[in-house]
Nanobody
Framework: QVQLVESVGGLVQAGGSLRLSCVAS????????MGWYRQAPGKQRDMVAT???????NYADSVKGRFTISRDNAKNTVYLQMNSLKPEDTAVYFC????????????WGQGTQVTVSS
C-alpha cells in the first residue's frame, strides 16, 4: 500500500499563503484521485480538494477561489496551494488517495497542522 507523507504546515497570519506537499512512497500516476482533507478540533474530517487522474479538480465551497490542488506524477507528489487564508482554515490537513473510482480513500498520513491567526 502506498504511504503518504505530508510536509510540515505552519502558523500564518490571516490573508497569508502556505503550500502543502504530499509525497507518495509509490507511483501516483495510476491513482484515480488524490486529495486533501482537513479536520478541525471537535469536527469531522472534511474534503478540501481532490484531483483526478485527468487533472480535473474539485473543491469545497469554503476554499473555492483560494486553494489550488495540483499533482506531479513524475515526482509522486500532490500539492495544495492555500492563499488568502482565514482563521477558519485552521485544522490538521491530511492527504489521501483513491485507487479506483469506486474504492475508499486511504493512505492517510499523520497530517500536518495549519494554524491561521487573526
Amino acid at each position: 500500500q502506498v504511504q503518504l507523507v505530508e510536509s510540515v504546515g505552519g502558523l500564518v497570519q490571516a490573508g497569508g499563503s502556505l503550500r502543502l506537499s504530499c509525497v507518495a512512497s509509490g507511483s501516483i500516476a495510476s491513482m484515480n484521485a488524490m486529495g486533501w482533507y482537513r479536520q478541525a478540533p471537535g469536527k469531522q474530517r472534511d474534503m478540501v480538494a481532490t484531483i483526478i487522474s485527468g487533472g480535473f479538480a474539485n473543491y469545497a465551497d469554503s476554499v473555492k477561489g483560494r486553494f489550488t490542488i495540483s499533482r506531479d506524477n513524475a515526482k509522486n507528489t500532490v500539492y495544495l496551494q492555500m492563499n488568502s487564508l482565514k482563521p477558519e482554515d485552521t485544522a490538521v490537513y491530511f492527504c489521501g488517495y483513491r485507487p479506483g473510482l469506486f474504492t475508499a480513500w486511504r493512505g492517510w498520513g499523520q497530517g500536518t497542522q495549519v494554524t491561521v491567526s487573526s
